[in-house]
């Protein structure tokens, strides 16, 4: 072999530090390891290579599950085993690695924390172009529920120190080993220098057999123990005296294995400045800590911060120390024994102690004025938990009083739910210490009220108090006084309007008013607006910003963030509709395409996750850009199969598509309609399908001669996984009101036409109907058949709910059908419909905050969203479940404007209701409450059209009432506490009972027949009646309770 020359051995050494800096390219955010001071954990390395080579080499990507006990060196292994095959080997080289912490994310409900995540996922791809096959490593997941969440990406590993049997959804799991090997032992002591001589010692009294046996191979507490430099027999039985002795006073932590004892030694060998340094960072309420800001509160430079930290690397008290990025984290175990040692014992810093050291020095840094500390990316956000750490309620409330401290957070963190969340856990703290909170309420409900308006970047915060809060409200006082001096002293906030208009009134009493956002959106693309949610939780929102203008974008925003995460521009883009699946994985947007023959509508469908449109084979076999149809839904055929549903441009064809990857290719599925369809909906609960067409032509000439001919309309629902057609249907087209009855029609001209038809598949089938302004229920036979009604038998089965003499203007269902929403007029309220029992029972009217011009229900929830669309398209979120939000019962079919009207003078709340059949008429019972008076009442409502027959004025008031099928028995419930005088000590006590009244209904009179007392146990917090029943056999009725106790532990 001839020798190296100089130029090639530059040569190879150049293409080896490139071949490096490539492969470094690959590992984002990979933890760094300690040079020396860890060790190959050669039991288990091997089987975590294996499976990471196999999700390498799966096309369809994969999972992977590592779970073991905290501090068994988890993080360390997989870091260690990925930059071996990504630098030595060279495997993950098409997309890279990134590792996210999931701890550090600062986890408020689910979407939020996704939308984190996908962000920085996203920024990844930015950076390094095509990378979709990157690996995701998910470190430190605490909680099963996350799971979900971060299996959504292609090909994932989530590092947990939770159990196989808390996490079941995973494909692949591998359980990492909790203790080290004693040759492991020896090996890590031996990477810190110990003395020599103790290494070599190998029987029962050895250093190393003492401390292998004491922590049973647990690997943080024999690191920890390592670095303590106990070089001698006299310093190893001394500092095992102090643990034993230690271990006694302290409860063990939760993990089985107690740390407490191993750190106070350890904390007692640092000189004092050290250690007040380390005890500091113990008290950081983020789990990653910026090197800056811990520099900053040791008041020394950032070179003395970094050699500081290298060192509590070395001992094991931090890790993943990146000098890079200026970020470490504490481990967590070491966290909590700290917590212990200084709430529990005598310790010279007391937890509390600590967090008031940390208070003071942010107070003297900015000389008392709280809002003039400079952002250090720590203090604006955390200092309200340091502060009730410390118990400092004067300093609490001070500071939550302090509008320019708010005013500054709220500028700095670009988002007032920081705030939101420092003001609630400042009144539970204030609460739990029985102090006065009405201010902060106040405050809170305001900011969530307004949140949107607080959210815009061109918004002063001072300036949305003083035109949002109500006057004559402490609020409003403490903005003006604040505006007023700071407007005298700072002309650089500029011209507030501080006489501006009052807020309006927050209905927290009747609204089940939740929350309200701000997007772009504006009036002329409101109508484009579309929502998805595969739970009820994760909330994204699709919607069209300067439609058909050079600026034209879509976007995908999610509601609980308003983070975007799917942004498209579409310059000059004519879009008519959009569409989300319930995932968010993917948009669908229809606008008008040239073809070689016409314009016609065309769908591109993306994925939201790389803003990729995908590829469309046709049933040609050809390949397109576009889906030419004119509706497309997305529905879930499996939980991991998505397929898309369409209606062809004419209208008469619907498709079945399959996403398959990047390729949506035609699954040969198509129904064949001879009439136009007008509408389709996805049923839910079900993989049905039901759409409906008209068989008849509006043309004028069948008007004249209506005997020959009858305008119908056909409903058909469909088995979409089988293809397979369940029923037809057959309902009038129009219908007109004859004699106070809604009845069949051929009359074009007078009658109400069919406009909406919605299937509910519940354990009732029903159908929603709406004819122009009626509303109405339409009950179907429980057998699954064809069925084409006569006029009587629709006259029976049709059950008019409202009638409306004003356009309705919206109309929206929730997804099972229990709740029907209205819009009558572009006003501030919405009507809604409550279906129980397959019948509408009660209604109500939700008072919105602003004028309404659009109502929908988010999928899979009993939420609506309002849509107002101004200069922005502002979003108010209403939970019609409510707990205090009233119901008023149905004593009237179908409901009208004039009975409104009347309900709303009427100041009667109803308490509860039944109903019955008595000799096959309809019975209803309604026990109400007058307001003015207090009196309580019990109606009665008999017949078809539920006409009022018995108004009964009741001596008290009662929980519950009951009424039994062909029984003229009603019972009234109650249950009260009472108190009592002992006769022999002369002490009242209090006693809990129930009351069962039973009335006589005979011939529409009401008479009391018999009370029947019985007791409860005395200490009853609370009394749910579950079911009642009645037994002929024997005449008993029967009722369930749930009675909740409340139970002291002594």
Excluded at 132 to 153: E, G, N, P, Q, W
Aim: proline share 2%; glycine share 4%.
């Amino acid at each position: 072999m001839q020798p190296m020359n100089t130029n090639t051995k530059e040569m190879q050494d150049d293409f080896t530090m490139a071949k490096q800096i490539e492969s470094d390219s690959l590992l984002l955010n990979i933890p760094m390891m300690p040079d020396g001071y860890y060790i190959e954990r050669q039991n288990c390395m091997s089987d975590i290579r294996d499976q990471l080579i196999a999700l390498d080499g799966e096309n369809h990507g994969g999972h992977l599950f590592i779970y073991g006990p905290c501090g068994s060196g988890k993080t360390t292994a997989i870091s260690q085993c990925l930059r071996h095959l990504v630098q030595e080997r060279g495997y993950f080289s098409r997309g890279g690695v990134l590792w996210i912490y999931i701890v550090g994310i600062s986890w408020k409900k689910h979407p939020q924390s996704l939308e984190e995540i996908a962000a920085q996922i996203k920024e990844y791809y930015a950076e390094h172009g095509d990378k979709c096959c990157a690996l995701i490593v998910f470190d430190d997941v605490r909680d099963a529920s996350y799971i979900k969440y971060l299996k959504l990406f292609i090909r994932s590993v989530i590092i947990s120190s939770l159990t196989k049997a808390e996490i079941k959804s995973c494909h692949q799991s591998l359980s990492f080993p909790a203790q080290i090997s004693y040759s492991e032992t020896k090996q890590l002591i031996a990477n810190y220098q110990l003395n020599q001589n103790l290494l070599m010692m190998e029987d029962s009294n050895s250093l190393i057999y003492r401390i292998f046996h004491k922590y049973e191979g647990f690997l943080l507490a024999i690191a920890i123990i390592s670095a303590m430099h106990l070089n001698s027999e006299n310093q190893c039985n001394t500092f095992l005296a102090e643990v034993e002795e230690l271990d006694g006073k302290i409860e063990t932590n939760t993990y089985g294995q107690n740390l407490d004892g191993i750190i106070y030694y350890s904390l007692n060998q640092f000189e004092d400045i050290p250690k007040l340094r380390f005890l500091f960072i113990c008290i950081f309420k983020e789990d990653i800590i910026s090197t800056k800001t811990i520099s900053s509160i040791w008041q020394c430079d950032l070179e003395d911060a970094v050699s500081q930290l290298r060192e509590f690397q070395r001992i094991s008290f931090i890790k993943d120390m990146n000098e890079h990025s200026l970020q470490f984290r504490v481990h967590d175990m070491v966290v909590k024994s700290v917590e212990r040692l200084t709430k529990q014992l005598s310790y010279p810093l007391s937890w509390k102690k600590l967090h008031w050291m940390m208070i003071q020095y942010y107070i003297q840094q900015c000389h008392g004025d709280l809002h003039l500390f400079p952002d250090d990316g720590y203090y604006y956000r955390h200092i309200i938990y340091h502060i009730i750490q410390a118990e400092e309620q004067q300093i609490l409330q001070a500071i939550m009083e302090n509008f320019s401290w708010m005013a500054a957070k709220v500028n700095i963190m670009g988002n007032v739910s920081f705030l939101i969340d420092d003001i609630q856990m400042a009144i539970n703290f204030l609460k739990q210490n029985k102090k006065e909170v009405s201010f902060y309420e106040e405050l809170l409900s305001l900011l969530h009220q307004y949140e949107p308006y607080f959210q815009q970047s061109d918004m002063n915060f001072m300036q949305v108090l003083l035109l949002c809060a109500n006057a004559n409200t402490v609020v409003m006082e403490r903005a003006l006084q604040t505006a007023s001096k700071n407007f005298s002293g700072d002309t650089n906030h500029g011209p507030w309007y501080i006489a501006g208009r009052c807020g309006q009134e927050i209905y927290s009493n009747i609204s089940p008013w939740i929350s309200c956002k701000v997007i772009r959106a504006g009036f002329k693309d409101c109508n484009l607006f579309k929502c998805s949610s595969n739970d009820g939780e994760v909330l994204n929102l699709a919607y069209v910003i300067d439609n058909k203008s050079s600026n034209c974008q879509v976007m995908v925003t999610s509601y609980n963030t308003l983070e975007t995460f799917c942004q498209l521009t579409l310059p000059g883009e004519d879009i008519y509709e959009v569409s989300i699946s319930a995932d968010g994985k993917f948009l669908a947007i229809a606008s008008y395409i040239s073809t070689h023959l016409q314009y016609c509508k065309g769908w591109t469908i993306y994925n939201t996750y790389t803003n990729e449109p995908l590829e469309i084979i046709n049933e040609s076999s050809v390949t397109s850009a576009h889906l030419c149809c004119k509706k497309l839904k997305f529905y879930s055929f499996s939980k991991h199969k998505l397929m898309i549903l369409t209606i062809s441009d004419d209208r008469k064809k619907i498709d079945m598509w399959a996403i398959t990857g990047n390729r949506i290719e035609h699954t040969d599925n198509s129904i064949l309609c001879s009439k136009s369809i007008e509408c389709w909906q996805l049923i839910s609960h079900s993989h049905n399908m039901q759409f409906w067409w008209r068989n008849y032509s509006r043309n004028q000439s069948y008007c004249n001669n209506p005997d020959s001919y009858t305008p119908e309309c056909q409903i058909e629902v469909w088995h979409i996984k089988n293809w397979k057609r369940l029923r037809t249907i057959q309902i009038p087209a129009y219908i007109e009101n004859q004699n106070n009855k809604w009845i069949p029609t051929n009359n074009f001209n007078t009658g109400c036409e069919l406009l909406t038809a919605k299937c509910i598949n519940g354990q009732h089938l029903r159908l929603i109907l709406r004819y122009e302004n009626v509303i109405g229920l339409l009950a179907l036979s429980e057998v699954y058949q064809s069925t084409a009604m006569s006029c009587s038998e629709f006259i029976e089965k049709y059950q008019p709910i409202y009638y409306s003499d004003t356009d309705i203007m919206d109309m929206a269902v929730s997804d099972d059908g229990l709740y029907i929403a209205l819009t009558v007029t572009w006003d501030c309220k919405i009507m809604v419909f409550r279906i129980q029992d397959g019948v509408i029972d009660s209604y109500t009217h939700v008072y919105c905050l602003e004028q309404v011009h659009r109502v929908i229900f988010i999928p899979a929830s009993h939420n609506i969203l309002t849509c107002n669309p101004d200069h922005f398209l502002t979003l108010h979120r209403y939970n019609l479940e409510a707990n205090h939000f009233k119901w008023r019962f149905m004593d009237a079919y179908p409901l009208t404007n004039d009975k409104l009207r009347t309900d709303e003078i009427s100041k009667e709340r109803t308490l509860d209701s039944s109903h019955s059949f008595i000799k096959n008429v309809p019975v209803v019972i309604k026990m109400v409450k007058d307001e003015e008076d207090n009196r309580c009442k019990l109606k009665v409502y008999e017949g078809d059209t539920l006409q009022l027959v018995t108004d009964f004025t009741l001596n008290q008031s009662y929980d519950w009432c009951f009424i039994f099928d062909d029984l003229d028995t009603i019972f009234l419930i109650k249950w009260y506490r009472c108190s009592c005088t002992e006769n022999s000590k002369q002490e009242t006590s209090q006693h809990c009972h129930i009351a069962f009244v039973q009335l006589q209904n005979s011939k529409n009179q009401l008479q009391y027949q018999e009370r029947i007392e019985k007791q409860l146990p005395d200490d009853t917090e609370n009394v749910q009646l579950l079911q009642s029943f009645y037994r002929r056999s024997d005449g008993l009725f029967i009722f369930v309770l749930y009675v909740t106790v409340i139970s002291i532990i002594t």
